[in-house]
């Protein structure tokens, strides 16, 4: 087998250029979110992905058919590697769609914004990266706001929200196998593999529990068990649209990770949050009430410091760090 094509390194760009990819590309993955919570009431979820998958793939093989490397890229020895990866996507999704189905939209994206938290956690942990006082601080404040959306003092916690925690954790990790296996493998081809693992375990999912005899009334089981069906025409529109914004939001972020500083980028993430908002009011017609307001705050409050520190601290070395080693 030959040696898998080394993707070429991303020339840098305006900054300017990249923030609008991250402004773009967090509003259009805002629009995935949007398509799967409007499905979730009357389709099931493997169906909903198997859908998105197969748009999403057409999407990514037509961008790496007219790229400068081809198909060439796809070839890869790391196979190990990318079924972890592709594993722990797709527990990412599935958990965090479900918690979707019966969370506020706001709260569930709220939950979901931890992720920076928990790739702070792993940093130390797993790489052995230095994590000062500051930043712990910032990771302590975001897990109280993940307590506060987890409403405990309600009598009980809600599924839903620890279903969302489960899923950024998994998000966080996938950013982790994505650091590891960045100097052999392109964008494309990590996007490829996960669209082929969406494809194989919801055509699965659906050969065993597509004919709905497992479904009940519950929110989460009645979206994880439903029985297929043929969608309306009105319907496709939702399910071109979470297609789309999940091919192209996250081509637009790719794009923008590879060819700008990441902690400049980050924070930009976030307007995801007030988009996710916007949506709930709009569609929904639901608020955030005052918990769910006070755990916002938390969660991105405690995000975006960690982010403005880590470009602070970068911006300090790069100043201290002699022009030669520039």
């Keep these: 087998m030959s040696t898998p094509a080394r993707p070429p390194s991303a020339p840098l760009i305006n900054p300017l250029t990249g923030i609008l ?46 790229s400068r490397t081809g198909f060439r890229q796809l070839r890869t020895k790391r196979w190990r590697e990318h079924l972890f990866r592709v594993s722990i996507v797709m527990v990412s999704n599935v958990s965090y769609f479900l918690g979707l189905a019966v969370m506020p939209l706001a709260d569930a994206v ?34 109280i706001g993940v307590l506060v959306m987890l409403r405990p003092g309600s009598g ?24 590891r296996m960045r100097d052999t493998e392109s964008a494309m081809t990590l996007n490829f593999f996960v669209q082929v693992g969406f494809v194989v375990v919801s055509c699965s999912m659906g050969l065993m529990f597509g004919d709905g005899r497992l479904a009940q009334d519950d929110g989460l089981f009645a979206f994880l068990f439903r029985p297929w069906v043929t969608p309306p025409v009105a319907d496709w529109r939702a399910f071109v649209a979470t297609g789309l914004a999940v091919g192209i939001g996250g081509l637009m972020m790719s794009q923008a990770y590879r060819t ?25 017609g639901t608020w955030p009430d005052l918990t769910g307001w006070a755990g916002i705050a938390l969660i991105c409050g405690a995000g975006l410091y960690t982010l403005w520190r880590e470009t602070r601290r970068r911006r300090e070395v790069d100043v201290a760090a002699p022009s030669g080693d520039l």
């Design 21 to 66: 990819l991250a402004l773009g590309g967090a509003a259009v993955l805002s629009v995935n979110d949007l398509a799967i919570k409007s499905l979730s009431g009357a389709y099931a979820l493997h169906q909903v992905i198997l859908i998105r998958a197969v748009i999403g793939m057409a999407l990514v093989l037509s961008v790496i058919w007219v």
């Design 110 to 143: 709220a939950v979901a914004f931890v992720s920076p938290l928990f790739v702070t956690l792993m940093s130390a942990v797993i790489l052995g990266e230095k994590v000062g006082p500051h930043r712990w601080a910032a990771v302590a404040v975001g897990l």
């Design 156 to 179: 009980v916690i809600q599924p839903a929200a620890i279903l969302v925690l489960i899923s950024a954790f998994c998000y966080a990790s996938s950013h982790m196998m994505t650091r």
């Design 260 to 284: 700008t500083e990441a902690a400049l980028i980050a924070p930009f993430e976030y307007v995801g949050m007030p988009m996710a908002i916007f949506w709930g009011v709009v569609i929904f």
